[in-house]
């Protein structure tokens, strides 16, 4: 049964044990899921895997260059072999999946039959559009970045929600209280 953490921001589907159990941070380009999965594995003493930045140091390519020379379903077949690769690791660890994560079935099926805490960090399209302005990795917004984002938040939203343990709300908050609303939602 769904319950609320004690404020509006916050919301639980099926909580689970975090000290001994990933937790997954998922949601849209420039919710946070980098920044904010850097302060839990701080404060948690954990690794953090980033699924940009593994994808980058395995191919000792940008995310911008893997796009452009082999295309977008290239980089997704990367995308799940690292998800898959950070949720079988034994030690808890702190995943900062990439924002595309939840599109395919490959990889709700590794997140739906992992042990690991789902978090959605849910933000505004407003907020998202402040913060993606410089990203250079996100390919996708190239052409028309708002019209972009707001038809890739309304593909995505009933995936990243079906996907979810517990959901985030990332809106006037900072990281360090996103981290602590993540941590609230454990059980
Ligand atoms: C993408 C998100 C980006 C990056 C790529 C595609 C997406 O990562 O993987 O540009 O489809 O949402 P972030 O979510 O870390 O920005």
Redesign the pocket.
Request: charged share 15%; net charge neutral; proline share 4%.
């Given at each position: 049964m769904p319950r609320h953490s004690g404020r509006r921001s916050e919301f639980v589907v099926a909580a689970r044990e975090c000290s001994t159990h990933h937790i997954v941070l998922i949601?849209?380009?420039?919710?946070g899921?980098?920044s904010v999965g850097r302060v839990l594995a701080e404060r948690l003493g954990r690794p953090l895997f980033d699924?940009?930045q593994m994808i980058e140091e395995r191919t000792g390519r940008t995310?911008r260059e893997i796009?452009q020379a082999d295309g977008e379903p290239a980089?997704r077949a990367l995308?799940t072999d690292v998800l898959a690769e950070a949720v079988a690791d034994k030690h808890p660890s702190i995943i900062?999946a990439?924002?595309?994560v939840v599109?395919s079935d490959d990889n709700r099926r590794i997140l739906a039959e992992s042990d690991a805490h789902v978090v959605w960090l849910m933000a505004d399209v407003d907020l998202l559009l402040d913060r993606?302005k410089n990203?250079i990795?996100?390919?996708?917004l190239d052409a028309d970045p708002e019209g972009a984002l707001r038809n890739?938040f309304d593909t995505r939203v009933t995936l990243y929600r079906d996907a979810a343990d517990a959901i985030v709300s990332v809106d006037h908050r900072t990281i360090n209280d996103v981290a602590s609303a993540v941590l609230r939602c454990c059980a």
């Open positions: 949601g849209m380009m420039g919710a899921k980098s699924s940009d995310v796009w980089f995308e900062a990439a924002g595309g599109l993606v990203g990795h996100r390919p996708l890739m």
